[in-house]
Every structure is written in structure tokens, then in C-alpha cells.
């Protein structure tokens, strides 16, 4: 779900994906 969710945001919003992308690697690595 979440991978699926991060293609989405890609799609949308590339700018937010990146900041969101480093977020979820900061919380889940």
C-alpha cells in the first residue's frame, strides 16, 4: 500500500514525494 501511495504522490506532486520519501526513510530505516 504505502509503495502504491508513494506512486501516486509521485505523480501528483513530485516535490512533496521527495520530502515524504525522506521522511518515511528517517522513520523506517
Known amino acids: 500500500p504505502l509503495s502504491?501511495?508513494?506512486a501516486e504522490l509521485?505523480?501528483?506532486d513530485?516535490?512533496?514525494y521527495l520530502?515524504?520519501?525522506s521522511e518515511w526513510t528517517?522513520?523506517?530505516?
Open 19 to 21: 520530502e515524504t520519501a
Open 4 to 6: 502504491h501511495q508513494a
Open 26 to 29: 528517517r522513520r523506517y530505516a
Open 14 to 16: 513530485p516535490k512533496k
Open 10 to 12: 509521485l505523480k501528483r
